[in-house]
């Protein structure tokens, strides 16, 4: 049985809307597959690229290929509208290779939500841009980001 997600649907206010994008972005950063895949229903269904998923082992599978293969991850996420059970973000990520080679990845997700505050759907589109270790923004150490960590908007992202 799954237990909910707080701050649960509708999401009538701002300030709700970001608790949910904000623990998405810490989970995330935090790279914890089975932590992670715990924020979905079990039956979430997500378009991410050219993959699409359904439920919970599907999900977990996934992320572990993905932190497999994407290194050093770090994760900005930033509210982009809200409204019922529904919330979109835009976001940014920096991760490096197994050869070494760092890249930028930029993107939207549109997410809908059970009414216990788990994710039942994510489509997300991701366009990757190779940079320089030189041009990399996100500094932090591993884990979540730091507060006072410029977001999307102050990097001018």
Not at 84 to 99: K, Q
């Amino acid at each position: 049985m799954s237990i909910g997600r707080p701050p649960h649907p509708p999401f009538v206010d701002e300030a709700s809307a970001r608790i949910k994008v904000q623990m998405a972005e810490d989970a995330w950063n935090g790279r914890n597959p089975e932590r992670v895949v715990l924020a979905y229903s079990e039956d979430s269904r997500w378009r991410n690229r050219h993959e699409f998923l359904e439920g919970r082992a599907q999900i977990l599978g996934f992320l572990k290929r993905k932190w497999e293969k994407e290194l050093d991850y770090r994760l900005i996420k930033d509210l982009w509208a809200f409204g019922g059970n529904r919330i979109a973000v835009r976001f940014a990520y920096e991760w490096r290779n197994s050869e070494g080679h760092w890249f930028r990845s930029y993107g939207n997700e549109n997410w809908a939500f059970d009414d216990l505050g788990l994710m039942r759907w994510r489509h997300a589109s991701i366009n990757d841009l190779p940079i320089a270790a030189s041009e990399r923004l996100f500094h932090w150490p591993l884990g979540p980001r730091p507060k006072g960590h410029p977001g999307l908007d102050e990097l001018e992202l």
